[in-house]
């Protein structure tokens, strides 16, 4: 069984920081790519930002310059790097990860999603 477990939410004013983490456990052979995602009131849930094993990473242009996403594989753990925050960036945070089970089983899990606030 793998979980992922979210952690660092919370309400924060505009141009704010705050730093979302993701920890993985279970029968983990391997973790390929992190992801963040986030789903605004209302809307449906978009890609934020992600990163593969070697630590290439990518962004949505609404994030581009003011996140940051990192990883440590021996830990297999993500981060995301919040600055700047605006009021846009509402929402709720999700975890996801591209797992190997083992050498040939790869499955993608979710994490439960943390709440992110930015209003004065």
Same mark, same amino acid.
């Given at each position: *069984?793998?979980?992922?477990?979210?952690?660092?939410?919370? /309400?924060? *004013?505009?141009?704010?920081?705050?730093?979302?983490?993701?920890?993985?456990?279970? !029968?983990? $052979? #391997?973790?390929?790519?992190? #992801?963040?995602?986030?789903?605004?009131?209302?809307?449906?849930?978009? &890609?934020?930002?992600?990163?593969?094993?070697?630590?290439?990473?990518?962004?949505?242009?609404?994030?581009?310059?003011? $996140?940051?996403? !990192?990883?440590?594989?021996?830990?297999?753990?993500?981060? /995301?790097?919040?600055? !700047?925050?605006?009021?846009?960036?509402?929402?709720? =945070?999700?975890?996801?990860?591209?797992?190997? &089970?083992?050498?040939?089983? !790869?499955?993608? =899990?979710?994490?439960?999603?943390?709440?992110?606030?930015?209003?004065?």
């Amino acid at each position: *069984q793998v979980q992922l477990v979210e952690s660092g939410g919370g /309400l924060v *004013q505009p141009g704010g920081s705050l730093t979302l983490s993701c920890a993985a456990s279970g !029968s983990i $052979f #391997r973790i390929n790519d992190m #992801r963040w995602y986030r789903q605004p009131p209302g809307k449906q849930r978009e &890609l934020v930002a992600a990163i593969s094993t070697g630590g290439s990473a990518n962004y949505a242009d609404s994030v581009k310059g003011r $996140f940051t996403i !990192s990883r440590d594989n021996a830990k297999k753990t993500a981060t /995301l790097q919040m600055n !700047s925050l605006k009021p846009e960036d509402t929402g709720v =945070y999700y975890c996801n990860a591209v797992v190997l &089970l083992t050498l040939t089983t !790869s499955r993608v =899990y979710w994490g439960q999603g943390v709440q992110v606030t930015v209003s004065s």
